[in-house]
């Protein structure tokens, strides 16, 4: 079945600092591919998201590119804050009415 | 467009005992998914309601069932509640739930704790 496999955290940054967050995916057909991000005490928000191979999302100075050879939809943001501290989920989708998710990266951003 | 709204952000129950969670989707918005979250098991999918029909379910007991109203909310409910139903419930809804590039929009959870 379809899945989604995201780094484990927790990740440690400065602010400042250059962030990945890896995210692969194991998924039959042609799905879309989503990054959630979670703030403390509170449900989940679309960050970005991707339709088909090649697409980018950006959103907030956020990216990720959805590669299909490698099935792969890493985030990726140049200079993080302190605002970014969150925990961010990879997700699939496809028509069989869920969303599959990853199982989160906790992201700390000290000044 | 008001969001995603549930009631009631928390909760305290004891075993045995039974609780009903609701969920109001943004409206014009038909499909409602649930899901759990903890943090030993992420987030899992519960159930998915369209048009008051259950279209798919994950892997959960018996214990857990939902339903959907005319107007499109939703309700789920835990039965014999037990010390590892202690979780955040979240749900999300989306226009239909069959289109792949669709957004799911999350409410901010129910907090369920289990004495």
């Not at chain 1, 967050?21 to 403390?40: E, H, K, R």
């Not at chain 2, 943004?26 to 999918?45: A, C, D, E, K, N």
Request: proline share 4%.
């Amino acid at each position: 079945g379809n899945s989604v496999t995201q780094m484990e955290g927790p990740v440690t940054l400065s602010e400042e600092a250059f962030l990945t967050i890896n995210c692969t995916y194991t998924a039959t057909g042609y799905p879309s591919l989503f990054w959630y991000v979670q703030y403390p005490g509170e449900g989940l928000q679309l960050l970005l998201k991707a339709t088909k191979a090649d697409d980018k999302g950006s959103n907030k100075g956020f990216e990720a590119t959805y590669r299909k050879e490698t099935t792969s939809f890493h985030l990726e943001k140049g200079s993080v804050q302190v605002s970014d501290s969150a925990v961010y989920f990879c997700a699939l989708s496809d028509r069989s009415f869920k969303t599959i998710f990853g199982a989160g990266t906790r992201l700390f951003v000290k000044a | 467009k008001a969001g995603v709204t549930q009631t009631p952000r928390y909760l305290i129950k004891t075993r045995g005992q039974q609780v009903t969670l609701s969920c109001s989707p943004i409206s014009g918005h038909r499909s409602v998914s649930w899901y759990q979250q903890t943090p030993g098991q992420g987030l899992q999918f519960l159930f998915e309601y369209f048009s008051e029909t259950q279209r798919n379910k994950g892997n959960f007991p018996g214990r857990f069932s939902g339903r959907q109203f005319s107007n499109s909310r939703s309700e789920m409910n835990v039965s014999t509640l037990e010390l590892g139903d202690s979780a955040l419930y979240l749900c999300a809804s989306s226009l239909v739930g069959t289109d792949r590039e669709e957004t799911q929009y999350f409410g901010p959870g129910t907090r369920l704790l289990v004495l």
